[in-house]
């Protein structure tokens, strides 16, 4: 029976339109690299193909120094911060994670941004009190495609073990995530960055058209049991 739902932010529950590239681009900026340059489009592709995984793990790989990525990830933060007032949820998010409590299933939602952002995100959809547990990489240890925050989330939220856990994702790093962390649902959704042949590829157990879906899933795998 599931007892705990690890829910990614950007792109799963909450939609993205192309937020995350725009506040990337205005941090890479400040390193002076601009967009049309060789070492522009390297950098993105590794973003969109690192989409999930903590922000500044991505900016580590990409510059030459710690200096350099806390920069940018600052950079990134901010410019983020300053598009937050346009985000929306993704159709129908809401009303699935209510559905899923309802059903006595604890929900956690995770991020691979700041506390801080996190936080302004959820002040500006009014979900401060939506979730059980909200989670950062920073709160947890390691951010994805470590397991550490859908573990923490078991143990603060007091889950009987792993094989009481779903996590939900948009991303082939969520994905890593939930496998290497053994849950026995791992669920990608296509409302985000990444499609049904990367999340299959990633491991994915159920691949969703969106969250919506979600209780579907969990409430008739515990009709099952």
């Not at 700041?114 to 709160?139: F, K, M, N, V, Y």
Request: one cysteine or more.
């Amino acid at each position: 029976m599931i007892q705990l739902a690890v829910l990614d932010m950007a792109g799963t529950t909450v939609a993205d339109d192309g937020l995350v590239e725009r506040a990337f681009t205005a941090a890479i900026g400040a390193q002076g690299i601009d967009p049309g340059t060789t070492e522009y489009e390297r950098m993105i592709e590794h973003v969109r193909a690192t989409m999930g995984e903590s922000k500044i793990t991505v900016f580590r790989a990409l510059l030459p120094s710690e200096e350099a990525a806390q920069e940018a990830n600052t950079a990134f933060e901010d410019a983020y911060g300053n598009l937050i007032d346009g985000l929306k949820p993704i159709d129908g998010a809401e009303d699935a994670i209510r559905q899923i409590k309802d059903a006595g299933i604890k929900v956690c939602l995770t991020t691979g941004f700041s506390e801080i952002t996190q936080h302004r995100i959820l002040t500006a959809l009014g979900w401060q009190q939506l979730a059980d547990l909200t989670l950062c990489p920073a709160q947890a240890g390691r951010g994805r495609p470590y397991p550490d925050m859908v573990l923490k989330a078991l143990l603060e939220l007091r889950a009987d073990g792993v094989q009481n856990v779903a996590v939900a994702g948009d991303t082939a790093y969520d994905m890593a995530t939930g496998i290497r962390a053994g849950a026995p649902i791992v669920a990608g959704v296509l409302t985000g960055a990444h499609g049904k042949q990367q999340l299959d590829a990633a491991g994915a157990t159920h691949v969703l058209e969106s969250v919506r879906d979600l209780p579907g899933l969990l409430l008739d795998r515990r009709l099952d049991k």
